[in-house]
């Protein structure tokens, strides 16, 4: 079995006690039974993960003892950023826990005009903390020691007006540009993918505007929850870390 992996904040000094947050503490003790001596891995998104071992247990809580420091990263050195089109309920879970495996480097959900989810601020305030907790729960699967942020939804038109000079790319079943007519990267990668819906055209040509190129995946339609995921490993086959 492999050693459990668990997300905390905060300083984490080797020799020292910590407890860990309630939440890692019931996964630890309720779902994964591990108990008193059991090893652990802790990471704070800092960078690097530290050993531990539990040293108590007591009903809800779980202190631990902080072992050393290991400087060990997994990102890609393909920096890609993801803004998904906002799909529904486990749909959008699945593709950022993928795309977080995959390397991606943060997310943008996107409440674009064909998006079946609608959010109101309460709602997208909510659905972002949700979406973090995914992302951080990937990453102590995955491996990963720094953990993608997820920004606020924004529409299309918010976000690509704030948009960064870099290579831009934005998944279209009538782009005419393949992935290998792309040439590497020098820099970060912006990835824009649509929801359920797909793109309105709006929204095709505010991308086009944005500097943003269509790229075509092949001569099949892919779903939302396949096409960003099948970009983000293709793009690391290319150019990242799946070399």
Known sequence: MAVPRFHVFGR????SPYALPAEAARHAIQVLRLRAGDALVLFNGEGGEYGARIEDIRRAEVVVRVQEHKAV???SALQVH???????????????????ELGVASIQPLTMLRSVVKLDAERAHRRTLHWQHVVSAA????GRNRVPEVHAPLSPEHWLA?????NKLFLSPEGETGLGDLAPPAGPLWLLAGPEGGFDARESALARTAGFQPLRLGPRILRTETAALAALAALQALWGDFR
């Not at 984490?12 to 020799?15: H, R």
């Not at 990453?139 to 995955?142: P, R, V």
Request: with cysteine; proline share 6%; hydrophobic share 25%.
């Open 12 to 15: 984490l000094s080797p020799g």
């Open 73 to 75: 990263e997994r990102e």
């Open 82 to 100: 993801l803004a998904q089109g906002i799909s529904s309920g486990e749909r959008m879970d699945y593709t950022l826990q993928k795309a977080v």
């Open 139 to 142: 990453c102590e699967q995955c």
């Open 162 to 166: 704030t948009q960064p000079a870099g």
